[in-house]
């Protein structure tokens, strides 16, 4: 009875994949190359790239990825 019960409240921590997180950085990158104020300070000269993945890293990104599942769901991923 305590099986089934653990099965039943299945729960999954919603992570972002190697896909989703080089869309986002790349997203922010033309973002911070078309004059967007950066999120995270800077401790040394940064590339856009390396400055979106800097804020990727400390969970500042104002981004998000929306993911549609085949039985019709979707889930919203927050990138910070």
Not at 4 to 23: G, M
């Amino acid at each position: 009875m305590l099986i089934v019960e653990f099965f039943e409240k299945k729960v999954s921590i919603l992570r972002l994949t190697r896909f989703e997180e080089t869309r986002l950085i790349s997203a922010r990158a033309l973002q911070l190359s078309l004059g967007a104020p950066p999120l995270a300070k800077p401790e040394k000269e940064m590339s856009m790239f390396e400055l979106a993945k800097e804020e990727l890293k400390q969970k500042v990104l104002p981004l998000a990825v929306i993911r549609e599942y085949p039985d019709g769901s979707i889930k919203k991923i927050e990138a910070y």
